[in-house]
Every structure is written in C-alpha cells, then in structure tokens.
C-alpha cells in the first residue's frame, strides 16, 4: 500500500489523482500506521485533520479531503487533531519531509520571512530544487505560503482580542503599512474593520431578471464582492448574508446599476466580458487560481489538472477544485470554464444547468468575438 501512495515527479491524470485518493481511503479504513506521515486526511464537517491510523470514528468519504502534509491541510483551514496528533508523525518520503521542514521554518519565524536561500539550506536543497517541490505539494510558492502564514497570525491576534497594532508587530509585520497594502487581497477589508468582525463593513446589492432566471449583485465602494444565481430574491438574499455575516446590507438596485447593467449584457446579449472592479478576499492559492481561470479564453474550458498545471503546481487538482468552488465573483472570475478531465462538468455553486447554460452561450458567442 504504501508504494501505490507515493507521488510521482511526473504531472497525473485526474484518473490518478481519484486512484490515489481512493487507496488513501483504504488506507484510512484500515488504520495502516505504515503510512502516518505519507499522507493526512481531513474532515469537512468537524474542521480537523487527522493520520491514517487516528482511532475516531470513520467519517463519511464525502467529507474527506487527502494533503500530503500537515501544513496543507493547515492552510486550508483545518486544525490537527488533538488524539493522533498528526504533526508529530514522521514522513519517510524525503521530498515531503523537506517541505514539511521548510514550512515549519517559516511558521516559527516571526520576525522576518525566510528567503528561498534560507530554507534550502536549512532542509539541504538547491534553492530551484525546494522550490519546484514546495510548489508541486503545498501549491503556493515558499514567499506566498509565509504571506499567507503571516496574514493568518494576524487575524488570530485581532480574533484573540489584540487590537490592530499590537497584532501586526505579532504576526511578523515590520510597519502598519505592510499589513495595509496586503489587506484588500487577503481580508477584503481594512485590517481595522476586519478587527471589528467586518462590522461597518457596507454592501449594496441589486437583483435583476436574466436569462438564467435572477441575479444578484453586490459590491462595496472598491468593487464587486458577490454575484450569485437562483430563482428566489430572498434566497439570493439569505446566500449573500452567510457570505457576509457581519456587513451592513442595503439593497440598492439604482446605485449598482451600473455594474449590474454590465453583466446582464453580457449574459444577456452577448456583449465583451465587463471589465469590472473586484473585491474579494483570497488566499494566495486562491488568487493564483482565479487568475488562471480569467486566462482561459472565451468559448472554451480547461480540466482541473490543466488548470494546475498551468500554475506549476500538478499534483494540486483538487485545491483547484476548492478554489473554484469558494469564488464569490463566479461568472466575472469564469469558474465555470473548470471541467473535469473525462469533459464532465465537475461542480458549479449555482447548479449544473447554470454552467452548461453559461458554456453553451460562449460557445455559440466565439466565435462573433474573433
């Protein structure tokens, strides 16, 4: 078993990757100690992740997703369990051992991230070589993984109580002006209004017919941070407030009009992609993602892996997958263009009819574009 888990160095197929996922599930079914520290699964209900020989109780597989390493499971927003204790368990793979050693470099130093030079020669690489292996198990580059490392200091300090100037010294952050100018990719928000819970925060938002049935549309004073689908305003409504628990909601159908216009004619009438302004918060993985899908040109799609290919990160299909899933702004960062590798549509927020509506209208509209 532990041999059919390793990672390749080559790029896999979509088909790969859900073997090898499955032979972790076995794995974790039968409790194989023999492979804590290859791998850690995590849970999605209960938020903590866990070794392959943990005791619990087995979860449903619907809501396990596999990491390689404790940190990626830690980056995505699960806490390691406190019975298995999954980061004191031991990788025999050398590759992952380095990253894991790399990562925990870069989490105990606070007060100044470690350069690419510093972390190949703690874990004994070249800085090129723990590059390119960091990227292909963590997904994000050894700079990004520390920035977002730092931002997650941050908000547990303002989250603990610590006001915002005793919390950015620390996180690490050697002025406010560090932290203020990573603030609107990574909170949305000022990092003062991110201290209150975003209250203050105020969103307007605008609902509209359109060809997929209703539309909302909402967007602070920066931009847009919120489009969404459905056939019911107050469920549009109800969606836009678990997004945004702690916001000032205001429903202002004239003063989005604006905005609101240009996507319905692109929806509508076909008309060019609407540049406009975005707001949203993202981790660093997920802005690469969604950068890469704004890349994929009109009328066509791109699998998951392709997708993860294309940011030097083959093995992260998944995390793709996620990132997809967790765009707030689908249609103007074209998630729906994220198709399977065997051509299925994969997952859409606002339900597959929508996406294969959405696919078919760029289609036909290409080719009066070229």
């Known amino acids: 078993m532990t041999e059919m888990i390793q990672m390749a160095d080559a790029a896999p197929r979509e088909s790969d990757a859900k073997t090898g996922d499955e032979l972790r599930w076995q794995a974790v079914l039968g409790r194989e100690a023999a492979l804590d520290g290859a791998f850690v699964y995590a849970v999605?209900?209960?938020?903590?992740?866990?070794?392959?020989?943990?005791?619990?109780?087995?979860?449903?597989?619907?809501?396990?997703?596999f990491y390689e390493v404790p940190q990626a499971a830690e980056a995505a927003g699960f806490r390691a369990c406190k019975r298995c204790k999954p980061r004191q368990a031991a990788s025999s793979d050398t590759a992952l051992a380095a990253v894991r050693s790399a990562c925990d470099l870069i989490d105990a130093d606070n007060?100044?991230?470690?350069?690419?030079?510093?972390?190949a020669a703690h874990v004994g690489l070249s800085a090129s070589h723990l590059q390119r292996r960091f990227k292909r198990v963590m997904g994000v580059s050894p700079r990004e993984y520390a920035d977002a490392r730092r931002m997650a200091r941050f908000r547990d300090a303002v989250k603990a109580g610590d006001d915002v100037t005793g919390a950015l010294y620390e996180a690490g952050y050697g002025s406010s002006s560090r932290l203020y100018e990573r603030a609107g990719a990574h909170l949305g928000m000022t990092p003062a209004t991110y201290a209150k819970g975003g209250k203050g925060a105020e969103i307007r938002y605008a609902l509209a017919d359109c060809t997929y049935g209703r539309i909302l549309v909402?967007?602070?004073?920066?931009?847009?941070c919120f489009l969404a689908f459905g056939a019911d305003d107050a469920k549009l409504a109800e969606e836009l407030a678990l997004e945004f628990p702690a916001a000032a909601l205001e429903r202002d159908d004239t003063g989005l009009g604006r905005w609101l216009d240009g996507v319905l004619d692109y929806l509508n009438d076909g008309t060019p992609h609407p540049e406009l302004p975005l707001d949203v918060r993202a981790t660093a993985f997920q802005r690469r993602v969604w950068q890469a899908l704004t890349q994929i040109p009109y009328g066509e799609t791109r699998t998951y892996s392709e997708i993860a290919a294309m940011l030097g990160a083959s093995k992260a299909q998944r995390a793709v997958g996620r990132a997809c899933a967790t765009n707030p702004v689908s249609l103007l960062i074209p998630?729906?263009?994220?198709?399977?590798?065997?051509?299925?549509l994969g997952g859409y927020r606002w339900g597959l009819k929508t996406k294969e509506r959405l696919l078919a209208h760029e289609r036909k509209a290409a080719p009066a574009r070229k």
């Open 111 to 119: 007060e100044r991230a470690p350069t690419l030079e510093d972390l």
């Open 218 to 224: 909402a967007g602070t004073q920066a931009g847009i």
């Open 335 to 344: 998630c729906h263009r994220a198709i399977r590798e065997d051509g299925g």
């Open 44 to 65: 999605r209900s209960t938020g903590i992740y866990c070794r392959p020989s943990c005791p619990s109780k087995r979860p449903n597989r619907v809501q396990v997703a």
